[in-house]
């Protein structure tokens, strides 16, 4: 059981340059999130997944997209990337779609730097 | 914008000692979440309380919530030196969709010294 994975650990783009980072779940949840955490900010969402099917924005959306691929997978798509996007970011997951008490579990992160 | 500002931004004590740290948020919350991140990795969920309760314990861990002062502390009591990480508190709301969001503080960097 690896909980919430994420690939790939490090990454360096150029500005301008897309990638996609791959976060997957074997827990069965159905929500997933995105976030970024930069120094001093704590962790901001970008993009969440209520469930299978239906992707929202969060408080910062600008410059990505996400792609609920299945229950498990959730990526997130930097189309082209800018020195701001530079941030660690998470992946999340968390077991159902409607509120409630509802804890997350974090993967390793993905540390991308834009030069 | 940050739903949750902890205090202090830094704290150092001294191994066996107890960790206070504070949370204060700015609106109404259905639930308010700790977690801890240890250097280079993700964050791991700790505790969770609801806006109807006033105290929880799990382990070493005692979390307070006053939702009249919009605020909650975290105390770790008899620290070790395992416990030196960032801690985060986050507080969850209901979207216009009717899923939780959670949004988080700023953290509090712990440093147990041995």
């Known amino acids: 059981n690896a909980g919430v994975t994420q690939t790939p650990k490090f990454q360096v783009l150029k500005t301008g340059q897309s990638m996609t980072l791959q976060c997957a779940q074997d827990m069965n949840h159905n929500s997933m999130y995105w976030y970024r955490q930069d120094p001093g900010m704590g962790l901001r969402l970008i993009y969440y997944?209520?469930?299978?099917?239906?992707?929202d924005k969060g408080e910062v959306p600008n410059g990505y997209n996400v792609s609920r691929l299945n229950k498990r997978e959730f990526s997130l798509r930097l189309e082209s990337a800018a020195p701001s996007q530079t941030s660690v970011y998470f992946c999340?997951?968390?077991?159902?779609?409607?509120?409630?008490?509802?804890?997350?579990?974090f993967g390793p992160g993905t540390r991308l730097t834009v030069l | 914008s940050q739903q949750g500002e902890e205090d202090p931004q830094a704290l150092s004590i001294q191994e066996g000692e107890n960790a206070t740290m504070n949370c204060s948020y700015k609106t109404s919350i259905n639930n308010l979440q700790w977690y801890r991140q240890n250097s280079g990795r993700g964050l791991v969920h700790l505790i969770l309380?609801?806006?109807?309760?006033r105290e929880k314990h799990s382990g070493r861990l005692r979390v307070t919530l006053d939702t009249s002062k919009k605020s909650s502390s975290l105390l770790i009591t008899a620290s070790r030196a395992a416990d030196t990480a960032s801690y985060f508190c986050a507080t969850g709301l209901i979207s216009n969709f009717g899923n939780e969001k959670l949004t988080f503080g700023t953290g509090t960097r712990l440093t147990i010294i041995p």
């Open positions: 309380i609801r806006s109807n309760e």
């Open positions: 999340a997951s968390s077991e159902r779609p409607e509120h409630l008490y509802n804890e997350q579990f």
């Open positions: 997944s209520a469930s299978e099917g239906t992707t």
